[in-house]
Each structure stands twice: as C-alpha cells, then as structure tokens.
C-alpha cells in the first residue's frame, strides 16, 4: 500500500472529480452504467446530507477514493424514534482498488460519527465486504424493512455498543437516495460516453438484492 495518502473533508472544488471518480468506480458493477454518480450529485443538497461526514481520501495528492453520508431513522414498534446514519456512494479508483483504502475511510469516518453522537450505521452492500470493519446481518439487530422484512444485504454497525438492544426497529432512509433512473441516465448521457456492457457481478447483485433471511 502506498503511504503517502490523506483522508480529509470534501470541497467544493473536489465535486466534479468526485463525481468523476464515483463513475468510474461503480459503471457496469451493479447493472449496464451506473446511477451513483448521479445520486452524489444530488446528495449535497439535501436536507439529510451530513457534510461533516463527507470524505475524500487523496493519494499522492490525487483524489483516490470517497465517502458520503445521509441521515436515516430506526423506529421502534411505540414509535420511539433514533437518528442513525446510512452511507453510499463509497467509491475508490478502480486503479487502487482491494488495498484498503475503503476500509481506511470507513474507519475513519466511524470515528467522527461516534464523536457527534451517532450510534448505529445501516447500508445496503455485499456481506463479504463489510463485516470486517465490523457490520453485521440486519437480523442479528432485529432492524428491517418497513415490508418487515430482513434483506440478505441489509447490514447494520453499532457505533455504541447495545445501542440497538433487541427490539424490532424498522428502517427508513433518506428521500435522498431515491433518484429516478431516467435522470440519472439523462444526467449521464451529457458526459463523454462509457460502454455498457454486462458484468457476472450484475447477477451476483441481482441475487443479493432479491435474498431475505427469516
């Protein structure tokens, strides 16, 4: 791995190749193209957007990789509510990819999240990426789907230990991820074009989005 590297809050000046970045990183992974770049572009100015939690992480003075967070909502069955928090786009460099760097800013921003009060993550993403830095099944904390259903990719993370204590909690995120495809296939039909084409992990994330645990 290389050494030089610094993890630091976005700027301004870092959007456009942040959402270059993200392109590049996510195209064809999940279906032909991609949205996510599309969806940080909108992210920023959403009201759940927590730009303290906006991270980039630089190598050799290069953007190499970047993490975003919005606020999301467990609610337990008397309607006690607890603000949480989700992330997505995380994105590195297809260049630098599999040498830690996502890991380095989960773990990074772990550590702030902690430290304004935040006690419990939710995503959405592939087990075998995740629970190495700690995340676990939905089903183990007892959070699900508003459908009360327990998604296979559904992984949650207490920041603080017994945060989530047994009951059932039903999860919502943010407005903000909801974007439609057909503005995001607008959006990216304005950038220099990239060949769709079909990947064996669309399927292996076809499979995993479709899977529920009882």
Same mark, same amino acid.
């Given at each position: 791995?290389?050494?030089?590297?610094?993890?630091?809050?976005?700027?301004?000046?870092?959007?456009?190749?942040?959402?270059?970045? =993200?392109?590049? @990183?996510?195209?064809?992974?999940?279906?032909?193209?991609?949205?996510?770049?599309?969806?940080? /572009?909108?992210? /920023?100015?959403?009201?759940?957007?927590?730009?303290?939690?906006?991270?980039?992480?630089?190598?050799?003075?290069?953007?190499?990789?970047?993490?975003?967070?919005?606020?999301?909502?467990? =609610?337990?069955?008397?309607?006690? /509510?607890?603000?949480?928090? =989700?992330?997505?786009?995380?994105?590195?460099?297809?260049?630098?990819?599999?040498?830690?760097?996502?890991?380095?800013?989960?773990?990074?921003?772990?550590?702030?999240?902690?430290?304004?009060?935040?006690?419990?993550?939710?995503?959405?993403?592939? +087990?075998?990426?995740?629970?190495?830095?700690?995340?676990?099944?939905? /089903?183990?904390?007892?959070?699900?789907?508003?459908?009360?259903?327990?998604?296979?990719?559904?992984?949650?993370?207490?920041?603080?230990?017994?945060?989530?204590?047994?009951?059932?909690?039903?999860?919502?995120?943010?407005?903000?991820?909801?974007?439609?495809?057909?503005?995001?296939? @607008?959006?990216?039909?304005?950038?220099?074009?990239?060949?769709?084409?079909?990947? +064996?992990?669309?399927?292996?994330?076809?499979?995993?989005?479709?899977?529920?645990?009882?």
């Amino acid at each position: 791995m290389e050494s030089k590297f610094v993890i630091r809050n976005e700027r301004e000046s870092d959007f456009e190749k942040v959402e270059t970045l =993200t392109r590049e @990183a996510f195209y064809n992974v999940y279906v032909p193209g991609c949205m996510e770049h599309y969806l940080v /572009r909108n992210i /920023r100015s959403h009201e759940d957007f927590v730009p303290e939690l906006d991270f980039v992480l630089e190598l050799d003075g290069e953007i190499a990789g970047s993490i975003m967070y919005t606020k999301a909502t467990l =609610t337990d069955e008397k309607g006690n /509510r607890k603000e949480i928090l =989700t992330f997505g786009p995380l994105c590195v460099s297809p260049k630098v990819q599999r040498r830690g760097y996502g890991k380095l800013l989960m773990e990074h921003s772990f550590a702030r999240a902690a430290e304004m009060g935040y006690e419990a993550i939710v995503i959405f993403g592939s +087990p075998s990426n995740y629970v190495s830095s700690g995340f676990k099944s939905c /089903r183990t904390f007892n959070v699900c789907t508003e459908e009360r259903k327990y998604p296979a990719a559904m992984l949650v993370k207490e920041l603080a230990p017994g945060a989530l204590d047994g009951r059932q909690w039903i999860y919502r995120e943010s407005p903000a991820m909801a974007i439609r495809p057909e503005e995001a296939q @607008a959006y990216d039909d304005t950038l220099e074009p990239m060949e769709k084409k079909w990947l +064996p992990s669309q399927e292996e994330f076809y499979i995993l989005s479709n899977s529920f645990l009882q």
